[in-house]
Structure formats: structure tokens, C-alpha cells
């Protein structure tokens, strides 16, 4: 089962609750970590993995010879995504904007454009205390997280517990990182703020056909209109961990949760298993 951990906006605690769930599965599961947050992968700092494996990930840019070309512009009308321009007699690229769909090589009527590998980030193996660790990281600069995600993804094993940690946001990558999980797991505080992004994220989970249920980080911290929102649209609230200076202490010291606080090792492992329900229940009616 693969379990996406995401959240319409950083800094809800999405680390917190992925590690903790992992940590907490890997006595009775064989557990796998996906760090999916390529600009800014956490997971690694508090579940501390011994690193055995680098792989780089590149993307596939064009290069074109200009002693051939004859600029008739076809290279910059296919590009979907403005990372090509014929100017004046000059083809410009620009490779961090670059998707590497291969069009403009493949339209080109001259034919006189290559396609070179350009690393742009690397995706890294290991091993934290019995859990099975992979992680993306985009090298800085580069715009194109979507390539290093699906690396990070071909290590995907139906023999394990997958949790995907997810970017914040309703973009690109968190697409890309959640298409093929079982269930999105919604990290949110309970603000204004927490609602509004949550709404997007929901909107962007279901438009995928994948089943959600929330966790509220910082229960107790604003108002009840997130668990409104939750009963309105019928979605499951699953956890709620409160505001507390103890697990902001933990989180900040780099010690996981469910270390310093065994106690909630119980809460993460019945998550897990109200999870498993809920897909199952899915499963044998995917009209719901
Ligand atoms: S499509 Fe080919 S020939 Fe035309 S401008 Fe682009 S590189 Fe040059
Ligand atoms: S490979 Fe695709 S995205 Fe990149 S420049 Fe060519 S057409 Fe544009």
C-alpha cells in the first residue's frame, strides 16, 4: 500500500507525521520512506538513514547546430513551455525550463537537434533503523522536479508500506508524487490559513481519484472550521495532534515523535490501520 503524506501548505507538520508513521509501522510492516519533497527533503533529518546508494537523474535537453538550422521557428512554436526561442537568427534554450518531451527534436524539419543529458538532481538510497529509505534531491536551481520524483518512485515494492512525503502546495510535483497511491493522507492546522489550502489540496486529491482523510497538527491552536469542513464534505478526520511546546521540542531537536513520546506509537499504528479500511472499503465499491 502506498500512503501519500501531503498538505496544502509547508510547515503543517507533514514531516512530523510521515516519520512518525513510519517509525511506528516498521515493527510489524516492511516500511519504505519515499522523500517526494525534492526542493526541501526533510524525512532524512529526523529518521537519520545511512545513505549506500546515489543515483544522478537527468533531464533530456536540446541542443541545436546552427550551422544547419535554418531558423524557420518550428522548435519554438512546438514548445508548450516557452524553453525554446528563435531570435534574429539565434536559437536560444533554456534548459531550466525545459521538460524534456523531446518535440522539438522530433518536429524539427532539418533534424538538426540533439537531445543532451543534463543532470539535475540525484536520488539517494539507504537504510534508517530497519525502514528502506529513498530520497530526491533537486540540485539547486533546477526547476524540473518532476523527473527526480519519478525516480524516486521507480523504487516503489508492493512487498512494503510505502509513505510518500509529499511538497506542500497543489502543484506540479505533488501531482506527480501522489498519481499511484492508495490514499493522500492531509496534513492541516486548524487557521484560516490551514482551511483554505486544505480546500485546494482536497480539490487536487480527489480530481486524481485517490481517497483522502485528514490529520490536524496544532489541534487546539485556531478554530473548529476545519473539522467542519471535514463533516460538510465528508471526509474522515483521522488524528489530531495537539499544540504542544513537548513535540515542537522533539521536532526541533531532530528526535522523532514517537520516540521521545512512545505513547502516540499506538495512535500512528491505528491511523494506519483505520487507512487500510478505508481503501479496502474503497476497493470493493469504487463507485464511493
Ligand atoms: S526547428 Fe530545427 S531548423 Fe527550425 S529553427 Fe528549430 S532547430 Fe532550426
Ligand atoms: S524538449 Fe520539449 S520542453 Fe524542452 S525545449 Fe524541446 S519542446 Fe520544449
Redesign the pocket.
Known amino acids: 500500500m502506498i500512503i501519500s503524506v501531503a498538505s496544502g501548505k509547508g510547515g503543517t507538520g507533514k514531516t512530523l507525521v510521515a516519520t512518525s508513521l513510519a517509525l511506528s509501522l516498521k515493527d510489524g510492516h516492511k516500511v519504505m520512506v519515499q522523500d517526494c519533497d525534492v526542493e526541501e527533503p526533510n524525512d532524512h533529518i529526523i529518521l537519520k538513514p545511512v545513505i549506500t546508494d546515489r543515483e544522478p537523474v537527468f533531464n533530456l535537453v ?1 541542443r ?3 550551422e ?9 512554436r512546438v514548445c508548450a513551455f516557452n524553453a ?1 526561442a ?1 531570435i534574429n537568427e539565434h ?1 536560444l534554450v533554456f534548459p531550466q525550463m525545459c521538460h524534456g518531451c523531446g518535440a ?1 527534436s522530433y ?7 540533439t537531445e543532451i543529458p543534463k543532470e539535475i538532481g540525484v536520488v539517494e538510497r539507504g537504510e534508517a533503523d530497519g525502514i528502506s529509505f529513498v530520497q530526491g534531491v533537486l540540485t539547486i536551481g533546477e526547476a524540473m522536479a518532476p523527473p527526480v520524483i519519478r525516480k524516486v518512485k521507480e523504487y516503489s515494492n508492493n512487498d512494503y508500506t510505502i509513505i510518500r512525503d509529499v511538497s506542500p502546495g497543489t502543484s506540479c510535483p505533488v501531482v506527480e508524487s501522489i498519481k499511484g497511491s492508495d490514499f493522500c493522507l492531509l496534513v492541516t492546522e486548524p487557521t484560516p490559513f490551514g482551511l483554505n489550502d486544505l480546500i485546494l489540496a482536497v480539490e487536487t486529491v480527489k480530481e486524481l481519484g485517490i481517497p483522502c482523510g485528514i490529520v490536524i497538527n496544532r489541534a487546539g491552536v485556531g478554530d473548529s472550521k476545519v473539522a467542519d469542513y471535514c463533516v460538510k464534505e465528508g471526509i474522515p478526520l483521522l488524528l489530531n495532534i495537539p499544540l504542544s511546546t513537548d513535540i515542537a521540542s522533539l521536532y526541533s531537536r531532530g528526535i522523532p515523535l514517537v520516540e521521545g513520546m512512545p505513547q502516540w506509537r499506538d495512535s500512528f499504528i491505528k491511523l494506519e490501520k483505520q487507512i487500510k479500511e478505508i481503501v479496502s472499503e474503497r476497493n470493493s465499491n469504487p463507485q464511493r
Open positions: 536540446p541545436v547546430d546552427e544547419k538550422c535554418t531558423y524557420c521557428g518550428t522548435c519554438a525554446i528563435v536559437v522539438c518536429l524539427c524539419p532539418e533534424k538538426v537537434i
